[in-house]
Every structure is written in C-alpha cells, then in structure tokens.
C-alpha cells in the first residue's frame, strides 16, 4: 500500500509540474482539452517516414489525471482505430473516457487548484523494408472538434522514439511487429 501512495504522490507531483501549461496549451491551440474535449470528437493524425508503419494498435489515447491534495490518480489507454486518412476512438472507449472527464471536473469542482489533467498520444511502429532513418521525424497531431484544427503533440518524435517505445502500462500496444 505505501508503495501504491508513494507512486500516487510521484504521479501527482509529475501531473503538477507539466501538465498545468499542457492542457492551456491544448485548450488553447485546438480546442483539446482533458476536461472538456468531446472524446467523440478527438481525431489524430500520423505522419510516418518511408520505412516506418504503425504497429497493431500503434496509436493509444494516454488520458492521466491526478488530485494533488488527496494523492488520487486516474488513468485511461485508448486505442484509436483508422478511418479513412484519420484516427478516432471506438464507441465504447469514448464512454470510458467521459467517465474519467467527469472524476476530474468533479475533482476541480472541489478543489479548483488541485484537479490535473492531460491527454497525449503514445504511437509504436514497426519498420518495412529497409527500415526509416532512426532520425527521421514523425508527426503526431491531435484535433478536439472533430479535424478541423490540429495541434501537434511532440515535435521532436523520431522514428527510433516510435520503434523502441515502451510507453503506457503492460499490453496496452497490440501485438509485436
């Protein structure tokens, strides 16, 4: 149990130092954030190398929330599933995560200044071919009303980051390329 708090309170600490800017970042730039985005309406795009390709289940929704005055933390791993050039979440996983959103805007009804909240991208590919360029950029954005304004997630992904990521908890990506 103390080793589950102590993780609780690190997660916490961790939410506090980088997600405060985050989420005003999403909210700002493209109507995405963790609180108040419609996951009916979350699309991602993915721009890959030549030689890279999503492995199965390569692209997991990642929503973390945290209260930081009670050490409480709740966490979510959603796959998204292509639809045509995009990538948007099943049915059943939109429910999940507006239960989530609720805990949270329930936390920051009660404590304005301690309820914490973000939404990422977790992407794994597998290489083709001849393989990408390990340095090689790959471009992750993510809409909250349904496509028409993106925000990039992580401008400084490469194709290495994608092959070797070990991102989320255990099987939360599909099987091995």
Not at 17 to 40: I, K, L, N, Q, T
Not at 165 to 177: I, L, S
């Amino acid at each position: 149990m103390h080793l589950k708090r102590l993780a609780a309170i690190a997660l916490a600490f961790a939410l506090a130092g980088c997600m405060r800017g985050e989420h005003e970042a999403f909210a700002y730039s493209s109507g995405v954030h963790p609180m108040y985005a419609d996951p009916a309406d979350l699309v991602a795009t993915v721009d890959l190398p030549e030689g890279l390709e999503l492995a199965p289940r390569g692209l997991i929704l990642e929503f973390n929330g945290a209260r930081t005055d009670s050490q409480e933390v709740i966490a979510g791993w959603y796959p998204m599933v292509r639809r045509g050039e995009v990538y948007r979440m099943r049915g059943d996983d939109i429910v999940a995560l507006r239960k989530l959103q609720r805990v949270i805007r329930l936390w920051r009804s009660e404590a304005p200044e301690r309820a914490l909240a973000r939404i990422t991208l977790l992407v794994k590919g597998c290489p083709t071919g001849a393989g990408p360029d390990p340095a090689a950029k790959v471009r992750v954005r993510l809409s909250g009303d349904g496509g028409t304004r993106y925000r990039t997630i992580d401008r400084n992904r490469t194709a290495i980051d994608v092959l070797t990521t070990k991102a989320g908890p255990p099987g939360v990506f599909g099987p091995p390329c």
